[in-house]
């Protein structure tokens, strides 16, 4: 089946310090990534929508300038957290729209960020 | 406006059967999904609905009604693992997923 790893698993980082978070398609080639966030207790919020190649095109109210993101292949995309900061805590997952239909979504396992 | 709404919490006992309910508006519908997500973990799929119905997976059964933006998730013979939080997603006409806020399935002996 279709496999989508994420790298670090969790990281803890001082305020002011930038995170990158990778995510890679490990048996299948994603032309389409999404970054999620959720906070606790709460559902996931998409951020982001990658496309390899392209800019990503990212959800009302999330700042690109602060989330960047690169979809330079087709099994990478990766998501840095630019000067982070306390409430950018959060559980980081993306997901990856798999070699078959239009719909088919594969998640990560997600990343832990903690800004201390 | 584009909104998913799910019982925020419901308590069950184990070997029970408990019905979570999701109701969804969106701009243009290509299914309806249902995830699993234990605490600290990515959610993990479930099942997905685009014609009406019941579709049943072993001990989980999804129903869609698309009339009534209507859709449910059904879990028989309940385990103690089954305790986690249920998502409800609705496709839209762009292939996004728009999503409930999570339905958190407490499980007791």
């Known amino acids: 089946g279709a496999v989508v790893s994420q790298h670090p698993s969790w990281v803890i980082c001082k305020s002011g310090t930038s995170v990158k978070i990778e995510c890679r398609s490990l048996?299948?080639?994603?032309?389409?990534m999404f970054w999620y966030r959720q906070f606790p207790k709460q559902s996931l919020m998409l951020m982001a929508t990658s496309n390899e190649g392209s800019k990503a095109t990212y959800e009302q109210g999330v700042e690109k300038d602060k989330f960047l993101i690169n979809h330079a292949s087709l099994t990478l995309s990766t998501l840095t957290v630019t000067s982070a900061h306390p409430e950018d805590s959060s559980f980081y997952i993306c997901?990856?729209?798999?070699?078959?239909?239009?719909?088919?979504?594969?998640f990560g396992p997600g990343t832990r960020l903690t800004v201390t | 406006g584009q909104n998913i709404d799910q019982p925020t919490e419901m308590t069950a006992t184990e070997g029970a059967i408990v019905q979570i309910n999701c109701t969804y508006q969106t701009s243009g519908f290509n299914g309806l999904f249902w995830y699993q997500q234990h605490a600290g973990e990515a959610p993990t799929f479930l099942s997905y609905?685009?014609l009406d119905g019941l579709e049943e997976k072993g001990r989980f059964s999804s129903f869609l009604s698309r009339s009534k933006g209507y859709s449910y998730l059904l879990l028989k013979e309940l385990q103690m693992k089954d305790s986690a939080s249920y998502l409800c997603?609705?496709?839209?006409?762009?292939?996004?997923?728009?999503w409930g806020a999570g339905t958190k399935l407490i499980i007791k002996p």
């Open positions: 997603a609705s496709m839209d006409s762009n292939y996004q997923l728009i």
């Open positions: 609905n685009v």
């Open positions: 997901s990856a729209k798999g070699p078959g239909w239009e719909g088919e979504q594969y």
């Open positions: 048996d299948f080639q994603a032309t389409t």
